[in-house]
């Protein structure tokens, strides 16, 4: 056993050498998977451990083969050395939206086995089904990502993109791009760290001395904690460090710089050129939401921008990018907006698409006839219904890793519109879904009727029937409506839609509902 497993095994009589395959569980964020691309070597800077025994139920599973590793007689828990270095072998994305993991350790002079295709096989296929319940310590234990620098990177160099805020790290950073002594940056950190506590956004327990100390320094700090003074802070620091403001704003400037390497802020100039360019990127579909767009839209770009629920992550089938990730923040009443980024290894998101989201829909058996760029991905597609319409609908999966659309193929739709426009109607006769070229028209009678609370205010919900008995969830806010118009039950409507898609196998393959399966009973 080498000199840092023995030390890492110090507290232990009974530790052992380990060899072959273990498992970790892990919930990561887009950008953090981004680390994990297919060939890359990446390396633990800390020491890792992983298990031998039953896998459980995380969204991220890893599958690591161990060359050198040691663990404690009697216990499932592997250890391996602080910058144990590992070559990611594959990454893929099942069912349920669970990704896995498979990795190798790096050895000096030995050359990594391989894909292990068929090896793996078996073990990708127990990760299909179900997994038992996590335990809540190994939840905890595994909150930070298994894998976290580069396999040349030495302490005080940038780490992988998307890793948890640690505090070392971002010391040692600092004290990198500052060259000022550990002591100071550590101080200076420090104190920030600790007015963060008294202005109430930082998390942990309010102890007697917190409270006390909020007290006297009260004329510091800001009176919503959601909306920080920076010359408020900086004064606190001044007067808690006894350092010179220009050294404090460097290190706080090197900070920042840390934050926006791990991905865990964005300067806002870049958001906001990143939503002028969607402007002009087909975002007209957003005025069915806002009447005050782009400007009430801007603001729920950024509110977008600081949501965290994933909705996939996975390498996509195609593109430039090694990662592709859709997050949502969700609306009520099975709506979303969801923004999508992909990840290129070295160059860290790129945003690639952010529209609203009806995660229910009527079932289209619909024969697709052309898949047309929106911006520079394909997600516009043509198709037709079994009654010959010619329909155009923006495809919500396009980037999802298991979307099979193809040129003339057939297969299962569920649709759902936001409206454009809509009124009162006076032709009964006309079909449900009519030919379109980028909106689609429609026609028919209001079958059920809700009001929900979603993005600009309020939104109606309709199930709108055609002469058939075909039906479509139609989408409208008060804002899109015909003058002096409110919709009812039994009225018959006619107008523009936005129509979108998702097809059985991405995303949103488990609508809230089916339309069709319910038919006349709604």
């Known amino acids: 056993m080498d000199t840092d497993m023995t030390t890492n095994a110090s507290n232990s009589l009974y530790s052992m050498p380990f060899q072959g395959w273990a498992w970790r569980g892990a919930h990561l964020q887009m950008a953090e998977l981004a680390a994990y691309c297919p060939g890359e070597v990446v390396k633990h800077m800390g020491q890792a451990t992983v298990r031998i025994d039953e896998e459980q139920d995380f969204p991220f599973v890893f599958r690591v083969l161990a060359h050198q590793a040691w663990r404690v007689s009697g216990e499932s828990e592997v250890h391996f050395s602080p910058e144990?270095?590992?070559?990611?072998?594959?990454?893929?994305?099942?069912?349920?939206?669970r990704t896995c993991l498979w990795l190798e350790q790096v050895t000096e002079g030995r050359e990594p086995?391989?894909?292990?295709?068929?090896?793996?096989?078996g073990w990708l296929a127990r990760m299909a089904g179900p997994l038992m319940s996590p335990d809540p310590g190994l939840v905890a234990a595994w909150s930070a990502p298994f894998a976290r620098w580069a396999p040349d990177a030495r302490e005080g160099e940038q780490p992988l993109l998307g890793v948890f805020?640690?505090?070392?790290?971002?010391v040692r950073f600092a004290v990198d791009q500052t060259s000022q002594e550990e002591s100071v940056v550590r101080q200076v950190l420090e104190a920030a760290q600790r007015y963060l506590e008294l202005a109430g956004t930082a998390q942990g327990e309010e102890d007697e001395g917190l409270m006390r100390e909020r007290v006297a320094m009260r004329h510091f700090l800001p009176e919503d904690p959601t909306c920080l003074d920076l010359d408020q802070e900086m004064a606190y620091l001044v007067l808690r460090t006894g350092l010179d403001r220009e050294l404090i704003a460097r290190v706080m400037e090197a900070e920042?710089?840390?934050?926006e390497v791990l991905g865990l802020i964005r300067r806002e100039d870049e958001d906001l050129e990143a939503s002028e360019e969607l402007e002009d990127d087909g975002l007209a579909h957003w005025r069915a939401l806002y009447p005050d767009f782009p400007v009430d839209f801007r603001c729920h770009f950024h509110?977008?921008?600081?949501?965290s629920d994933l909705r996939f992550a996975a390498p996509p089938r195609r593109g430039r990018w090694s990662m592709v990730s859709a997050t949502a923040l969700p609306q009520g009443g099975g709506l979303e907006t969801w923004r999508v980024e992909g990840i290129v290894v070295?160059?860290?998101?790129?945003?690639?698409?952010?529209f609203p989201v009806a995660r229910d829909g009527a079932e289209y058996s619909l024969h697709i006839r052309d898949i047309q760029p929106w911006g520079d991905k394909d997600a516009t597609v043509e198709a037709q219904d079994a009654q010959g319409h010619l329909l155009t609908f923006f495809h919500v999966d396009h980037l999802h890793p298991r979307n099979e659309l193809q040129v003339d193929c057939t297969l299962p739709v569920y649709l759902a519109g936001f409206a454009i426009d809509l009124g009162s109607a006076t032709d009964p006769d006309r079909g449900l879904l009519l030919e379109n070229d980028e909106y689609c028209a429609f026609q028919g009678r209001v079958a059920s009727l809700d009001v929900l609370s979603a993005w600009s205010g309020l939104v109606y919900r309709m199930d709108v029937e055609?002469?058939?008995?075909s039906r479509l969830p139609v989408y409208a806010a008060r804002h899109v409506l015909e003058a002096g118009y409110r919709p009812a039950v039994g009225d018959e409507i006619h107008g523009t839609l936005w129509l979108q898609g998702a097809t059985a196998s991405g995303t949103l393959a488990r609508p809230i509902y089916n339309l069709k399966a319910e038919g006349d009973e709604q």
Do not use: I, M
């Open 84 to 97: 144990t270095r590992f070559k990611v072998l594959g990454v893929r994305t099942l069912s349920e939206n």
């Open 113 to 121: 086995d391989g894909d292990r295709e068929e090896e793996l096989a």
């Open 165 to 170: 805020y640690d505090f070392e790290e971002a």
């Open 256 to 259: 920042d710089a840390y934050q």
């Open 303 to 307: 509110e977008v921008s600081d949501s």
């Open 346 to 354: 070295g160059e860290g998101p790129e945003l690639l698409g952010f």
């Open 466 to 469: 055609g002469p058939d008995g």
